[in-house]
């Protein structure tokens, strides 16, 4: 296995790597004209671009051992995909005590539960070379839905922690003050989504029906299936942009009904703390 692996850096890899240069250069490029602007990113950009390629090439070593693996296999590889994006999304809540399993959970449960439907309806093969592309993709969607809801969710409650405070003075119940939040941070999340799927097929034609059309698919059925793909997607980060922020709801008040939810200086909103920051009258 290890000699097929070795044979295939053939001529094919050494232009992959080339083109991965240029595309490098380009990123590179486009960092340095912002950083004209005040806008540093430098350090981020070649951590991600570095992560990027490694992780890519380790996949696509991966997934030529397993290429024809069984449906086991298949769902240890989505299941290690869905811990790395709750590690992910955590990381927008780091301050927040119990975000990674929050996220786990939602990530899990949006993409566990649209792969398995896909898979019941056999809109989705148990063909690992199918099945983990696709639920890849509705992994990630999943995790970027709910690193947008905790991030939107958490600064909406710092700031408008006195509003918050004052409905529960008042004997408001906790779920009815941060009501409105929750709406916003599950719509924040969902918005992407619904973009993505409003411009399907008139502002970007995606790579699974254009890979079905090179491998010689009907471009109509190809086109219906990438719609199915995108709707699930949007299912997918609807079920875990809602569970994350409900777990966040219920994490951000004391069994007293006492807000808890404050985030350190560092991670407060820039108006909440020029607001904190000034003179209160005597």
């Excluded at 696709?134 to 709910?146: H, L, R, T, W």
């Excluded at 992407?192 to 010689?216: E, Y």
């Amino acid at each position: 296995m290890i000699a097929e692996l070795l044979n295939s850096l053939n001529g094919d890899i050494v232009m992959g790597l080339a083109q991965a240069a240029g595309a490098i250069a380009l990123c590179a490029a486009v960092v340095l004209l912002c950083g004209r602007f005040a806008v540093h990113v430098e350090r981020e950009t070649a951590i991600s671009v570095a992560r990027g390629l490694v992780q890519m090439v380790f996949v696509g070593m991966v997934l030529a051992v397993l290429l024809h693996g069984n449906l086991l296999e298949g769902a240890l590889i989505l299941l290690a995909m869905t811990f790395a994006a709750a590690v992910t999304a955590s990381r927008r809540a780091r301050d927040i005590k119990g975000s990674l399993p929050l996220s786990f959970y939602a990530i899990a449960a949006g993409a566990g539960i649209v792969i398995a439907g896909m898979l019941a309806t056999r809109a989705l093969t148990s063909d690992i070379a199918v099945l983990v592309p696709v639920g890849s993709m509705i992994i990630a969607n999943a995790m970027n839905a709910c690193a947008q809801s905790i991030e939107r969710f958490r600064a909406d409650i710092i700031a408008y922690v006195g509003q918050i405070e004052a409905g529960l003075t008042l004997g408001a119940d906790p779920a009815v003050t941060v009501a409105p939040y929750v709406q916003s941070a599950v719509y924040a999340s969902l918005l992407p989504r619904l973009d993505m799927l409003k411009s399907l097929g008139l502002v970007w034609i995606p790579g699974v029906m254009a890979g079905m059309m090179v491998s010689g698919a009907s471009p109509v059925y190809a086109g219906i299936y990438q719609f199915v793909i995108v709707a699930m997607i949007l299912a997918a980060s609807g079920i875990a942009g809602l569970i994350v922020t409900l777990l966040m709801r219920a994490h951000a008040f004391s069994a007293a009904a006492q807000l808890t939810l404050r985030p350190g200086e560092q991670h407060q909103p820039p108006l909440y703390r020029l607001a904190q920051s000034m003179p209160r009258a005597s």
